[in-house]
């Protein structure tokens, strides 16, 4: 064999490899192209359990009566949004806007909210049992009539919340910036981590706190009880009680 034989039979083997790359290439566009296309559509993904839409917006909707379990809404914009009565349990709502929302009557156990800011939403009848809530902004949010079993507020701002009638038990409160949030009849069935709780001028008046845990005096005095107020072992009503209406 030439050598001319030989350079025009390597020519002929690297034109066939770089063949084989540009179609391998060819093929492969698509997929990556469809693939991102997926993506950026999900936000117009219809509500269903398991739907990715992290970081969409979703101001101002009527999603009511929705399927949303183990969705992933991360980061989603809900402001205003109607969630009430929608399956959410063990969805993904960190970082979530939740302003003005609605999750009233929702089922929403073993949720996470973690770092969700949710200024004045309403979780009225909400079934929380199990979420999380650690570091989440939910100032002046109703939390009436839910059952918040097991749910860890840790270093949350729920500065005025109210949780008129709201079920407690083992929920944690601690490091919780419960400033002017309302208590009144509450259920503590269980024990209640105030550890650390700021709660200057919280309402407890006649609440039930002796399977509360965590709380010192300076934190019963900060706050505004009553002489039906039940306060664990060691602690006593202090003279500023009952406080005067605002």
């Known amino acids: 064999m030439s050598n001319r034989d030989i350079v025009f039979g390597v020519a002929s083997v690297i034109g066939a490899i770089r063949r084989i790359f540009i179609f391998a290439a060819i093929a492969i566009m698509p997929a990556f192209f469809f693939a991102g296309e997926a993506a950026a559509v999900d936000c117009r993904a219809y509500p269903t359990p398991g739907v990715d839409w992290s970081n969409c917006k979703k101001r101002l909707l009527m999603l009511d009566n929705s399927n949303f379990e183990g969705a992933n809404l991360s980061g989603v914009d809900f402001s205003m949004t109607d969630l009430s009565r929608t399956n959410i349990k063990n969805a993904n709502f960190s970082k979530a806007m939740l302003v003005r929302a609605s999750l009233a009557g929702s089922d929403a156990r073993d949720a996470n909210f973690e770092r969700a800011e949710g200024y004045r939403s309403n979780l009225s009848g909400i079934s929380a049992a199990g979420a999380t809530f650690v570091s989440a902004e939910m100032q002046r949010s109703n ?12 270093k949350a701002e729920l500065g005025r919340a109210i949780f008129y009638k709201a079920k407690l038990a083992n929920t944690r409160f601690a490091l919780v910036n419960l400033s002017r949030a309302t208590f009144h009849n509450v259920d503590m069935s269980g024990p209640v981590d105030f550890n650390n709780a700021f709660l200057f001028l919280t309402r407890i008046e006649g609440v039930d706190l002796s399977k509360a845990t965590g709380l010192e005096q300076d934190q019963i005095a900060l706050a505004c009880g009553d002489d039906r107020t039940k306060l664990p072992e060691g602690l006593k009503m202090p003279p500023s009680w009952p406080c005067e209406d605002e």
């Open 143 to 154: 939390f009436s009539d839910a059952d918040l079993t097991n749910v860890d507020f840790t």
